[in-house]
């Protein structure tokens, strides 16, 4: 078991480009989950699917930001015209089922824009 | 909404001396409570979660004692290792809302020295 896989684990893009972040999780879990990590405001949860349909993307900014499950293996999430202050980690994480289980995390990618 | 509060944004202190992580929350139903820790250039790992039947969960010498009544879960430990060095979260799942991710808090860097 590989855990969850992010790619790529860093990404440096100019301002107003596009950024694509990939994430597979676990094989067998129903749950994928996306959060953005900062210093100033630590874990925020961005938007979940489960068994590949988007539940609740309440976390997403409304502009700029989407994200994807075409398959169980994979999730994106596309930022478009990228900002300085999108500049974060970007957790993937998976879960058997919703709420009390454990939540497992990737390694995350560095997004940087410049 | 849900919220968790975790005061110290840093603790640093000697190989071998007690730790205390502070983590209150705020939530509308009785929830679950963990705690994740994340070692630099890792992904957050599950380090303790509540039981329902108030047990106190322990692992790696860690311990929690979820307090309805002060809405809290502190994180303990005896004595700090090198090792425990690492940024901790705290967070909550709440048991009756499924359309909600995990809440974390700010989370608290631990620097443990010789």
């Known amino acids: 078991n590989a855990g969850v896989i992010q790619t790529p684990r860093h990404k440096v893009t100019g301002k107003g480009q596009e950024a694509t972040l990939w994430c597979e999780p676990i094989s067998g879990h129903s749950a994928v989950f996306w959060y953005r990590q900062t210093i100033v405001q630590g874990l925020e949860f961005l938007t979940y699917f489960r068994n590949q349909a988007p539940i609740d993307d309440s976390g997403m900014p409304k502009e700029r930001f989407s994200a994807q499950m075409p398959n169980q293996s994979h999730s994106t999430l596309k930022i478009q015209s990228t900002q300085p202050q999108d500049s974060a980690v970007y957790l993937c994480?998976?879960?058997?089922?919703?709420?009390?289980?454990?939540?497992?995390f990737g390694k995350g990618t560095r997004l940087t824009v410049v | 909404g849900d919220s968790v509060t975790q005061t110290e944004g840093l603790v640093t202190l000697t190989e071998g001396l007690p730790v205390m992580l502070n983590c209150t929350y705020q939530?509308?139903?009785?929830?679950?409570l963990f705690w994740y820790v994340q070692h630099l250039n890792e992904a957050p790992k599950l380090l303790l979660k509540s039981f329902t039947d108030n047990k106190r969960p322990e692992h790696q010498g860690f311990h929690a004692t979820l307090h309805k009544s002060s809405s809290s879960f502190h994180l303990q430990k005896s004595s700090a290792q090198l090792s425990d060095s690492a940024l901790y979260y705290c967070?909550?799942?709440?048991?009756?809302?499924?359309?909600?991710?995990?809440?974390f808090g700010l989370g608290t860097r631990v620097s443990v020295f010789p």
């Open positions: 939530s509308t139903y009785s929830p679950f």
């Open positions: 967070a909550l799942s709440d048991r009756c809302n499924y359309a909600q991710g995990l809440t």
């Open positions: 994480a998976s879960s058997l089922e919703r709420g009390h289980t454990e939540v497992f």
